[in-house]
Every structure is written in structure tokens, then in C-alpha cells.
């Protein structure tokens, strides 16, 4: 008798969408000569400062496991860090945890506090990874979507009209990625009172704190009576130009830390240990670096966008992060045709919107991280490809 | 004097790129083209920008690589004047690229520049040795040029990212 074959994959990840950026990237990877405005990281290189204490680490032998938590040393900077810069209180002790990224957090943070069949508010235009880890942590992720004539600004009426009863968690990011937008310190309440109200979690990714251009940053764990509902996911990716190093932290509440700390001493043991030293040499001397680079995206962001809406698409003045949203819907293409057809007629790489959210379509994220004589091209670029449509 | 913080901005990305389209420059600022314009010749008009410079990696043009000494001097300092009296006779040669006055083993520090070697011993005990108040010299030349007013020669900046990232 003849059987179906089973399949060996878990009906959940067989169903899970693959990362809309994939695409693009096997055609832009198959191209020469391609200005890449496709990448959500910097384009400088991790202080040598840095790189050099974990070489230190190494020859000094360092190397190996740490507490699952991390080096309490790093703890303690960690906790240093975020009352210095953010004026908010962690014990390093019992409340902050050393990740693999700012991802590896995310999914902790999920794993740690949804049961089956929960809904997690995620905020879209949103970062790729957090629908996909929802759904992987039995979650049942439900979209707002944001408005581009809104400068993409989540609005706390938009996030009360799809709560229900099994709502358990809202996810933030603030600089977000793709669109660049900051919520500021009235947004932030307004949102507060709604979680408050309906007694929400806040999983709040705030990795990209440290680049923010107009405003001090205010961090949503630093607002009124939300720091005992709130997860802060932080890292090293963004601010301290370390994306490969793969190091982020969080910081939560003891109880919710402490159900993390279990879940990633099984999976994970600890974050890995010279990388976790040059993470001590970024907090304690990095500061410098880290405001030159900033100066630096801030100059490329001015020009950048000014650009944009001057070769006919209009974008939004984004206050962090490195990533322009332009819209693209004057050019009556879908974001997939208009990042199809400028890779290969003009070999700029963006990202199609829509990779992050039906309310991304009719935009792209660019990238501005990357040298001016880059961008001034890329925009060269994208100017004759318009006069050409 | 004191300067705004976007006349400091502009001076830091011209400070990197003297060339830099004055669109784009303007850009990077937020300010008009005019404005730009304006903030510069301020800039220039007040010898904050002394010059526009080229960083010219000399040892890549066939009989222009030429040799930089890094030359210590000893001085006697003169009353009233100090040593601004004998660095401005040094400064003066066309020779000498920079003139430093020094804390430690010695006073001066001077930077030639010459077409040979021969050309710079000759400048050293012929004309800087052969001052009044100059006690001793001590010549060192450069071999190899690695870094130079914070630019790495031969550094090889590709971007290693790959293409597309989330
Ligand atoms: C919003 C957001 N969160 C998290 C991450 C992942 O950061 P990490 O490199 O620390 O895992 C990214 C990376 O693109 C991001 O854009």
C-alpha cells in the first residue's frame, strides 16, 4: 500500500513565510557594480578599541563559558549604561540578560511570556523577525498598521481597536525599522495608558537608542509606570557598529528576566565570551565613537532624504535609525516591481515596503548608511530611472 | 571665537572632503546653497579654513617620491622672545613643512621635505645647524608612510557587507 511520505517539519515552520528580503538578495548578490542601499547595518567598521579588547580576551585565554547571564561585569556596565543614558534602574544581578543579538532576545521575551493562542500586537511597517517569532512561540501575531501621511506614527486608538481578550503583548520599536520613526514622549503615554488599561506587555526594541538625530531618546521602560510591564531589548548591532559580533541584552522585571535567563540557559548556555569583552571596552570607552557616527548618519539622513523628495519621491524626515521610507505610489508600480526593475536597470538595491507589512506597500526602505560618494550616486541613479518611467 | 554648531558642521565635513559639492554639502546641514556659501566665506574670511588641501600619496608618482625628515632641534631660548624668534627663522625656508615647539628632549620639532636625502642633509647642516641659537640636531627619516593627519594610505575600504541585510 502506498503511504504519503510524512513530512519531518513542524506543521508550524512549514507554514512560517520565508524572509521577503531573501529574494532580493540572491538577485542584487548575482549583479556587479551594485550600490547597495539594501543593508540594515552601519557601514563603519567596530572601533578598534573594541576589536582589540576581544583580541586581548583571547590572549589572556578568556575563553570559556560565562555565567548564562552573562559576565556579571558586563551586567554591571549594561546596568550602567541604561541609567546613564536612559534613567532607568536594572540589578544587574537579577534583571539583565547578555543575548546572541537583539533577536535572540525578541524570541526569549516571546518565548518567556506567550501561551498558546495569545495575540501579540506588532506594530507594522514592522521588522521582519517579529511576526515570523511570535508565530514560533504559539503567538498569534495581529498587525496595526501604521499610516505613511503619518509619519508612521503608531496611535494609541489603533491599538486598542484590535484588543480582545487574548491580547497579551504589544511589540514597539522605537527608531523603527523600516520607517525610521521615533514615537515621542506624548505618544509614548498615550500609548502607556492604553497598556495600563488592559494591563499589556511591552516588548520594546530599542536597539536603535543610540541613533536617534533630532530628539534625546526617551525609553519606554523610562515612562511613567511601565517599567514593570515592559521588556527592553537592546544591543550592540546598531549603535556600536557591531552587527557580527552578535551580542545584544535585555533588561525586564526579575520575574519576567529570570523565566528569559531559563529558557536561554538551555538553549543558549551564554552569549560568547571574547565578544562579551569587547562589549565591556563599548560601553566603558565607546561613547566617542559612538556620537561620530551618529553626526555622521545624521549628515548622510539630511542630504539623503532632501534628495528624495527632490527627485520626485516624497519621504517622510525620519528620526532615527539609518533608513529612508519613501513612498513609490506616484510611480503607479508595486514596491516589488519599482525594487525589481531599479536593480536591474540602474543596479540600486533597495527593499520592496512590503517585506514589512501590507501597509509597506507603496514604499521602499533605503539604506543611507553608506558613504556619501555611495548615496550621491545611488541618487543619480534613482533620478534617471524616474525621468525614465 | 565662538561658532555655531552648523558652522562646525560644515568645517568637520570639509575638514574630510574639501571637494564636496556645495548641493550636497548644504544638504547635509539642512541650509540653503546661499547660506552654505555665506558660512564659508566666513569660514575663509576669518582664517578658520586657512586652505583646501589635497592628501597626495607621493610615493605613487615616479620621480616625485621624495623623503620627510623628522628633524629634533635644541635651541637657546632668547630673552623676551622665547622660541618664537628662532622657529619663525626655520619656518621661513620652503623647505620645512611644519615647525612644532616641544615639551621633553628637545625643543623644536621640524619637518622637511626634499627631492633626496642628500638634499635634506645638506638643508640641516647648512642652514638649520648653522643658526645662532640652534644647539644640536638630530635627523630622522621616514621610511614608509602608514598614516598621515588622519588618513590611512593604501587602506583598502571596500564595503564587506553583503548586498541585502534585514
Ligand atoms: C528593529 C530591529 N531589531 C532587532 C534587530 C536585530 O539586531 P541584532 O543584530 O542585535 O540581533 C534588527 C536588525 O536589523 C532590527 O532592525
Request: charged share 25%.
Given at each position: 500500500m502506498q503511504r504519503t511520505k510524512k513530512s519531518y517539519l513542524s506543521?508550524?515552520?512549514?507554514?512560517?513565510?520565508?524572509?521577503?528580503?531573501?529574494?532580493?538578495?540572491?538577485?542584487?548578490?548575482?549583479?556587479?557594480?551594485v550600490i547597495s542601499l539594501g543593508v540594515?547595518?552601519?557601514?563603519?567598521?567596530?572601533?578598534?578599541?573594541?576589536?582589540?579588547?576581544?583580541?586581548?580576551?583571547?590572549?589572556?585565554?578568556?575563553?570559556?563559558?560565562?555565567?548564562?547571564?552573562?559576565?556579571?561585569?558586563?551586567?554591571?556596565?549594561?546596568?550602567?549604561?541604561?541609567?546613564?543614558?536612559?534613567?532607568?534602574?536594572?540589578?544587574?544581578?537579577?534583571?539583565?540578560?547578555?543575548?546572541v543579538g537583539a533577536s535572540q532576545a525578541i524570541d526569549l521575551a516571546l518565548r518567556a511570556?506567550?501561551?498558546?493562542?495569545?495575540?501579540?500586537?506588532?506594530?507594522e511597517p514592522s521588522f521582519v523577525a517579529y511576526?515570523?517569532?511570535?508565530?514560533?512561540?504559539?503567538?498569534?501575531?495581529?498587525?496595526?498598521?501604521?499610516?505613511?501621511?503619518?509619519?508612521?506614527?503608531?496611535?494609541?486608538?489603533?491599538?486598542?481597536?484590535?484588543?480582545?481578550?487574548?491580547?497579551?503583548?504589544?511589540?514597539?520599536?522605537?527608531p523603527n525599522n523600516p520607517t525610521g520613526t521615533v514615537l515621542h514622549k506624548e505618544e509614548l503615554e498615550a500609548i502607556a495608558q492604553i497598556a495600563k488599561k488592559h494591563d499589556l506587555l511591552i516588548i520594546s526594541d530599542e536597539i536603535y537608542?543610540?541613533?536617534?538625530?533630532?530628539?534625546?531618546?526617551?525609553?519606554?521602560?523610562?515612562?511613567?509606570?511601565?517599567?514593570?510591564?515592559?521588556?527592553?531589548?537592546?544591543?550592540?548591532?546598531?549603535?556600536?557598529?557591531?552587527?557580527?559580533?552578535?551580542?545584544?541584552?535585555?533588561?525586564?522585571?526579575?520575574?519576567?528576566?529570570?523565566a528569559m535567563l531559563k529558557i536561554h540557559q538551555y538553549a543558549m548556555m551564554c552569549a560568547p565570551t571574547m565578544v562579551q569583552y569587547g562589549a565591556?571596552?563599548?560601553?566603558r570607552n565607546g561613547e566617542q565613537d559612538v556620537e561620530y557616527m551618529r553626526k555622521s548618519y545624521r549628515r548622510r539622513r539630511n542630504y539623503f532624504v532632501q534628495s528624495l523628495n527632490e527627485i520626485g519621491l516624497s519621504c517622510h524626515m525620519p528620526g532615527g535609525a539609518f533608513y529612508a521610507f519613501p513612498s513609490i505610489q506616484s510611480t503607479g508600480l508595486t514596491s516589488e516591481q519599482f525594487a525589481e526593475k531599479l536593480l536591474l536597470e540602474e543596479k540600486v538595491a533597495v527593499v520592496p515596503g512590503n517585506v514589512f507589512g501590507a501597509s509597506g506597500e507603496g514604499y521602499i526602505r533605503c539604506s543611507y548608511a553608506s558613504s556619501m560618494e555611495q548615496l550621491q550616486e545611488a541618487i543619480k541613479r534613482m533620478k534617471r530611472f524616474l525621468d525614465r518611467l | 571665537m565662538k561658532l555655531t554648531e552648523k558652522e562646525i558642521e560644515i568645517i568637520e565635513i570639509l575638514e574630510k572632503d574639501a571637494r564636496i559639492p556645495i548641493e550636497t554639502l548644504a544638504k547635509m546641514v539642512s541650509l540653503s546653497v546661499k547660506e552654505t556659501e555665506a558660512i564659508m566665506k566666513k569660514l575663509e574670511e576669518m582664517k578658520v579654513i586657512v586652505q583646501y588641501a589635497a592628501l597626495v600619496d607621493w610615493r605613487k608618482v615616479d620621480g616625485h617620491e621624495g623623503v620627510t625628515a623628522?628633524?629634533?632641534?635644541?635651541?637657546?631660548?632668547?630673552?623676551?622672545?622665547?622660541?618664537?624668534?628662532?622657529?619663525?627663522?626655520?619656518?621661513?625656508?620652503?623647505?620645512?613643512?611644519?615647525?612644532?615647539?616641544?615639551?621633553?628632549?628637545?625643543?623644536?620639532?621640524?619637518?622637511?621635505e626634499g627631492r633626496s636625502m642628500s638634499e635634506v642633509a645638506?638643508?640641516?647642516?647648512?642652514?638649520?645647524?648653522?643658526?645662532?641659537?640652534?644647539?644640536?640636531?638630530?635627523?630622522?627619516?621616514?621610511?614608509?608612510?602608514?598614516?598621515?593627519?588622519?588618513?590611512?594610505?593604501?587602506?583598502?575600504?571596500?564595503?564587506?557587507?553583503?548586498?541585502?541585510?534585514?
Open positions: 506543521e508550524t515552520v512549514a507554514r512560517l513565510k520565508p524572509s521577503g528580503i531573501r529574494r532580493f538578495f540572491d538577485l542584487a548578490s548575482s549583479m556587479e557594480g540594515g547595518e552601519p557601514d563603519f567598521v567596530t572601533s578598534w578599541n573594541i576589536r582589540e579588547a576581544c583580541i586581548l580576551s583571547l590572549e589572556q585565554g578568556y575563553t570559556s563559558y560565562t555565567a548564562n547571564a552573562g559576565l556579571l561585569e558586563l551586567r554591571q556596565e549594561i546596568a550602567a549604561y541604561l541609567a546613564r543614558k536612559f534613567h532607568i534602574e536594572y540589578d544587574p544581578e537579577t534583571e539583565i540578560l547578555v543575548t511570556t506567550v501561551n498558546p493562542g495569545d495575540e501579540v500586537i506588532v506594530v511576526e515570523s517569532l511570535v508565530t514560533l512561540a504559539g503567538g498569534v501575531p495581529v498587525p496595526v498598521e501604521t499610516n505613511g501621511d503619518d509619519h508612521f506614527k503608531l496611535r494609541a486608538d489603533q491599538i486598542e481597536r484590535v484588543i480582545t481578550d487574548r491580547t497579551k503583548a504589544l511589540i514597539i520599536c522605537s537608542a543610540e541613533l536617534t538625530y533630532d530628539d534625546s531618546y526617551i525609553s519606554f521602560a523610562a515612562v511613567d509606570g511601565m517599567r514593570e510591564r515592559t521588556i527592553l531589548i537592546s544591543g550592540f548591532s546598531k549603535g556600536f557598529a557591531m552587527t557580527g559580533w552578535r551580542l545584544g541584552f535585555t533588561a525586564a522585571p526579575a520575574e519576567i528576566l529570570q565591556i571596552e563599548a560601553l | 623628522m628633524i629634533d632641534v635644541k635651541v637657546t631660548p632668547k630673552r623676551g622672545v622665547g622660541f618664537d624668534e628662532v622657529a619663525e627663522r626655520i619656518y621661513r625656508f620652503p623647505e620645512v613643512k611644519s615647525v612644532y615647539l616641544m615639551s621633553g628632549a628637545y625643543d623644536l620639532s621640524v619637518v622637511i645638506q638643508f640641516v647642516s647648512e642652514k638649520l645647524s648653522t643658526l645662532d641659537s640652534v644647539i644640536s640636531t638630530t635627523t630622522h627619516f621616514i621610511l614608509k608612510k602608514y598614516k598621515h593627519d588622519g588618513t590611512v594610505f593604501d587602506q583598502g575600504d571596500q564595503d564587506r557587507r553583503i548586498v541585502m541585510a534585514p
